[in-house]
């Protein structure tokens, strides 16, 4: 009995994760958060930035637009690939630039190489789980007003440079219970995510609501089926990131 409990239990399991359709309910869970959303133009010059979840792995001495290798494999190259599949008329050319465990200051570093040389016409900025994270796990002294204030100095130093530039925040998430988030997380880190709502708003960018996407996912399923730590994603997670950020281009 005990056996046949638990082959139903994970045939229900799987057949509800089949049933899942990711664009839709990323759509859904956009629209309920309220994030906004920005417009692609011919010729667009396409950059993600961020920390580990954007660098993906990336081959840093790959250079070019629209390589894999560039992309790494996370979120970005699938998002990436699916605005070069829908949108072909377009022309876009498409960069990775996130560097694995950066916080907000070290992005302001490297700003004027992997950034602003590029010319982005479109630029999605995703960091802040290290800005909370590093100060529980590697010393970093910063707080959230640090990551709020060198944000901001972050974004009025590129829109100096590229005042039409097309900016997306995305939300940071994490998933609680997972592995290496537990609750002493909370309520400290929706200060970071309220904070990164809170610019976007402020420079009336465009806004991606991870967490909600997230959290509106856990509904079906599981959160450890969606990452593998609590913040890095799996296979399924990289989807979900990829169609959330999507839903914000209109």
Not at 104 to 125: G, T
Request: hydrophobic fraction near 40%; proline fraction near 4%.
């Amino acid at each position: 009995m005990k056996n046949d409990r638990r082959s139903f239990i994970k045939n229900a399991a799987i057949c509800t994760i089949a049933s899942l359709a990711l664009p839709e309910l990323a759509s859904a869970a956009f629209a309920e958060a309220e994030g906004k959303t920005i417009s692609l133009d011919v010729n667009d010059i396409v950059l993600f930035q961020g920390d580990s979840i954007t660098d993906a792995g990336r081959d840093k001495d790959k250079t070019i637009p629209n390589d894999i290798g560039c992309m790494g494999n996370g979120y970005a190259l699938v998002a990436g690939s699916n605005l070069l599949m829908n949108h072909p008329d377009k022309k876009l050319q498409i960069y990775n630039k996130g560097v694995s465990g950066n916080k907000v200051y070290q992005l302001a570093a490297r700003w004027d190489s992997d950034c602003l040389d590029i010319k982005p016409n479109v630029l999605s900025i995703f960091v802040g789980v290290n800005d909370f994270w590093h100060t529980m796990t590697a010393g970093y002294k910063g707080t959230i007003e640090t990551y709020r204030t060198d944000y901001k100095n972050l974004i009025d130093r590129t829109k100096q440079a590229l005042p039409d530039v097309k900016l997306i925040i995305c939300e940071p998430y994490a998933i609680n219970k997972v592995n290496r988030v537990t609750d002493v997380w909370y309520p400290k880190f929706y200060e970071f995510q309220a904070a990164a709502r809170a610019i976007a708003e402020e420079y009336d960018t465009g806004f991606v609501p991870f967490q909600s996407v997230i959290d509106k996912a856990m509904q079906s399923v599981p959160g450890a089926y969606w990452t593998r730590d609590g913040v890095h994603p799996n296979m399924a997670g990289i989807s979900l990131l990829a169609h959330a950020w999507l839903a914000a281009i209109a």
